[in-house]
Structure formats: structure tokens, C-alpha cells
């Protein structure tokens, strides 16, 4: 296993198992939501306005699913379709008031780090959160922190 893979595998364990789990597993139970509707939920609550193509392509999925996803969302009350200024055949997905309030419950529960990251000093969380902005800017994504400051990107990953 590359070192690449091998710092992926932790950084996959941290994210999907265990304590984090549970915490989705209970939030699927208390709003009665899918993984996926609370996936879609999330994303909009960070860029309302998506149209159904770009959601679909953002999360990688069909964009049949997509419509099933925000089907859900729409007979909750959560989100609704309108279309798109610029083209009326698009549909945008907006989310209502009801949808961003749960939005920031769920962000609530969620943003609470791992009880394990009290194993690590300050200067360690320091230098993991710099280390994983480095890792979103190569994906192209600039977080809160990051602003104004590019990152080169590397052309192949070092084993």
C-alpha cells in the first residue's frame, strides 16, 4: 500500500466509522431521513440554487436518483423546484426555511469532532487541518481558511 493510500485509509476510517456513524445513524432515525436525502440536504444548505444536473454530477450519482432524492425533500417541505433564471427549463432545487433549519441542526450534530481528536495537542490539530486544506485546494476546493492562499498542485501523487 502506498503511503498516499495508507494516509487515505485512516483518514476514510476516521470519517465513516465509528463514532461518526452512529451519529448519521441517529440522525437518519430522529428526522426519518435517508443517508442520501441528508447528503442532498447538506449540499444544498452550503450552495442553494443547484440545478437537478449539477447535484447529480456533484455527488456523482444519476441524475434519476437525484429526482427521487429531492422528491423526498419536496414532500417534507424541506426543498422545492424552481426554475432556473437564465433557463426555464432547468430546474433549480432551493431549499425552504424548514429545509435550512434542519440543515443546521444536522450541521450541529455532525461538525462535533471525534472524541478521539482529544488525543492530539493543539499544534497537531493545527497542523492536520493545514494539511488536509492542502488537500482540498488540490481538489480545487478553497475552504474558509484558504482564502487568497493558492496551493501548487501536484501532477502525480508520491509513493
Known sequence: ???AEEAFDRLRRVA?????????????????LSPG????????????????GDMARGIGVDPSYITALVDDL??????RREPAPDDRRVKIIVL?????????????????????????SQSELRQL???????????GERTAGSAGSELPVATAAPS
Not at 487541518?129 to 481538489?139: E, G, I, P, S
Open 129 to 139: 487541518r493545514d494539511l488536509l486544506d492542502k488537500v482540498l485546494a488540490a481538489t
Open 96 to 120: 425552504t426555511e424548514a429545509g435550512r433549519a434542519l440543515a443546521a441542526q444536522i450541521d450541529a450534530v455532525v461538525s462535533v469532532p471525534p472524541v478521539a481528536f482529544t488525543a492530539l
Open 16 to 32: 465513516f466509522e465509528g463514532e461518526h456513524v452512529e451519529r448519521m445513524a441517529a440522525l437518519g432515525v430522529r428526522t426519518k
Open 74 to 79: 419536496d414532500q417534507r417541505g424541506l426543498a
Open 1 to 3: 500500500m502506498s503511503m
Open 37 to 52: 436525502v441528508i447528503k442532498t440536504l447538506m449540499r444544498l444548505s452550503k450552495a442553494d440554487g443547484v440545478s437537478m
